[in-house]
C-alpha cells in the first residue's frame, strides 16, 4: 500500500498514461504490474540507447534470387546483439526504437552501413548486387528521410540505383497521399522502392498505380498457403499478373519448402524470391564464402567446358498470351536466349532469316501463312535451325504434318520441363538439367508434378549461383 504522497502521485500518472494509451474516455485502475512495465520500458530504453550508440547493432543479410537460384541482391535485417539475452530479432525492438525516437539514428545506421556493406560483392561476385533497407512507418512520416538516404548514398559512394528502400503496406495505406510525396522525393534520389508485406493491409495494386514504386513483395502468409487450396494459389497468381500488367517487379517471400519453389516457377518464372528454402539470413563472412563458392564453381565449369551453350530461340504463336508466357519462361533460364517472336508463319519466315535462331518453336495452326508451311521454308532455307512443332486440341489432325515437317512435335499445355526436354534432345543429346535432371546450382523443381519428395535438401551454396 502507498504511504507517501508522491507514491500516490505516481501511481496515479502510471495509471493515466495507461489509460490513455487505450484510446480516448478510458479509466484504469493502478495495480503494481503498471509499474512494472514502465520500470521495464523505462530499462529497456536505456539499453536501446546504448546498443546504437556502443555497437551491439549488427546486420545480417538475406539473399533475393530468381527462381532459378540465381542472386540478385539482399536484404539488410538488423539484429541487437543484447550482452544478457543474446541476439534479438527486430520484432522485438523497433517498436520501442519508434516509440521513444531511437528509430531515427537506428535507421540512419542500417542506410549507411548497407550501403557501405554490399560494395566489396561485386568483387566477389563479379557483379554488382543491390541491397534492400526496410523504412518503419515512423521513419517514412519523417521529412528529413530523403536527406538520411542521400547521405548514405553519398558517403558509401553506392549508385543509388542499387538501393532498395522497403516500406510496407500498411505504412503506405495510413496515409496514401503524405506516402506519396514522400516516395516521390526519395524515388527523384535513384532509388528503387518496393511496397513489402503486400496483402496484409486494406490497399489494392489498383489503389498503388500513381505511386513511384518498383517492386511489390508478396506477403509470405499468401506463399505459405501455395498448393493447399486452388483459391490460394489463384490469388498469388493474380497479384503478379496485375503487378507484371503493371510493370512492377515481384518478389515472393518466405518460400519455404521445394512445392512452393516449384510453383512459383510454373506460376511466375520471371518473379524473384526469398526465403529459408534458398537461404536464412546470413553473415557478411558467410555470404562472402558463399558467393565465393559458387562464383568458382562457375568459373571451373566454364574453363573446362562445362557451361552449356546458349540456345537461341524463336518462338511463334498467334495467341499473344501464350507467346509472351513461353517468352518470359525461357528468358529466365541462362541456356536459352530468346531472339525473336513471330505472329503467324509469314512473319516467322522474314525474321528467321534475319535472326537464324538455332530453334524455331513454331504453332503448327495460324492464320496468313500456318505453321506446317512456314516450317518447310525455315527448313529449307535455314538447314542447321531446328524446328519443334506445337498444336493445341483443336489442332491435333495436323499433329501428322507436323511431326512430318519439324524435328519435333509437342501438344500445347505440356510441362515447361517436358518442353525444355524436347528442345534440349533436338539440340544435344545430353539432357538439360530441367528434364528430369539434378539441376547444377538449382534446387527447384519446374512443376508440382516434378519429384520433389526424393531429392536430397542442398546445402545454401547449392541453391544459389551468383
Known amino acids: 500500500t502507498s504511504t507517501s504522497f508522491e507514491e ?32 521495464q520500458n523505462i530499462n529497456a530504453e536505456a539499453e536501446l540507447r546504448q546498443a546504437v550508440t556502443k555497437g551491439e547493432l549488427f546486420l545480417e543479410y538475406q539473399p533475393i534470387a530468381t527462381c532459378g537460384g540465381d542472386v540478385v541482391g539482399v536484404e539488410a535485417l538488423v539484429r541487437w546483439r543484447h550482452p544478457d539475452r543474446g541476439v534479438i530479432p527486430p520484432d522485438k525492438f523497433i517498436a520501442l526504437a519508434e516509440a521513444t525516437g531511437l528509430i531515427v539514428p537506428l535507421t540512419r545506421w542500417v542506410l549507411l552501413e548497407a550501403c557501405s556493406n554490399v560494395l566489396p560483392f561485386e568483387a566477389t561476385t563479379g557483379r554488382p548486387l543491390v541491397v534492400s533497407v526496410n523504412i518503419s512507418g515512423f521513419s517514412l512520416d519523417r521529412a528529413d528521410l530523403v536527406a538520411d538516404v542521400r547521405e548514405a548514398l553519398e558517403e558509401s559512394r553506392l549508385e543509388p540505383w542499387r538501393l532498395t528502400l522497403e516500406v510496407t503496406e500498411t505504412a503506405v495505406a495510413a496515409d496514401m497521399e503524405s506516402a506519396k510525396r514522400r516516395l516521390g522525393d526519395l524515388k527523384a534520389l535513384g532509388v528503387y522502392l518496393a511496397i513489402d508485406d503486400f496483402g496484409t493491409g486494406h ?15 508478396i506477403d509470405q502468409s499468401f506463399i505459405a ?8 494459389t489463384a490469388v498469388v497468381r493474380a497479384v503478379i499478373e496485375l503487378a507484371r500488367a503493371m510493370k512492377l517487379r515481384v518478389i515472393c517471400e518466405g518460400v519455404e519448402t521445394a512445392e512452393q519453389a516449384a510453383l512459383l516457377v510454373s506460376l511466375a518464372p520471371q518473379a524473384y524470391v526469398q526465403g529459408y528454402f534458398y537461404a536464412r539470413p546470413l553473415s557478411l563472412e558467410v555470404l562472402d564464402a558463399l558467393l565465393r563458392e559458387v562464383r568458382q564453381r562457375n568459373d571451373s565449369g566454364r ?13 511463334v504463336d498467334d495467341n499473344e498470351d501464350l507467346r ?34 538455332d530453334v524455331v518453336l513454331m504453332d503448327a495452326q495460324m492464320p496468313v501463312t500456318d505453321g506446317i508451311a512456314a516450317a518447310r521454308i525455315i527448313r529449307a532455307s535455314l538447314p542447321a535451325t531446328k524446328v519443334v512443332m506445337m498444336s493445341g486440341a483443336d489442332g491435333l489432325l495436323l499433329a501428322g504434318d507436323a511431326r512430318s515437317v519439324g524435328d519435333a512435335f509437342i501438344a500445347k499445355g505440356t510441362k515447361v520441363s517436358e ?48
Open 203 to 217: 490497399s489494392s495494386l489498383a489503389q498503388l498505380e500513381g505511386f513511384p514504386v518498383d517492386v511489390v513483395k
Open 303 to 315: 574453363e573446362s567446358g562445362g557451361a552449356a551453350p546458349v540456345t537461341r530461340l524463336m518462338i
Open 225 to 232: 498457403r501455395l498448393g493447399e487450396t486452388k483459391a490460394a
Open 8 to 39: 500516490l502521485l505516481r501511481n496515479a500518472d502510471v495509471a493515466m498514461y495507461a489509460a490513455k494509451a487505450e484510446g480516448k474516455g478510458r479509466c484504469r485502475l493502478y495495480t503494481s504490474a503498471m509499474y512494472d512495465r514502465v520500470v
Open 324 to 357: 509472351v508466357v513461353l517468352e518470359r519462361v525461357f528468358q529466365d533460364l541462362s541456356d536459352f536466349e530468346v531472339v525473336a517472336t513471330a505472329c503467324n508463319g509469314q512473319e516467322a519466315v522474314t525474321l528467321a532469316e534475319e535472326h537464324r535462331p
Open 419 to 466: 518442353l525444355v526436354g524436347v528442345i534440349t534432345r533436338v539440340m544435344d543429346p545430353q539432357p538439360h538439367p530441367l528434364a528430369g535432371q539434378q539441376p547444377l546450382h538449382r534446387s527447384v523443381p519446374t512443376r508440382r508434378g516434378d519429384s520433389l519428395r526424393q531429392a536430397p535438401r542442398p546445402s545454401p551454396a547449392g541453391r544459389l549461383s551468383a
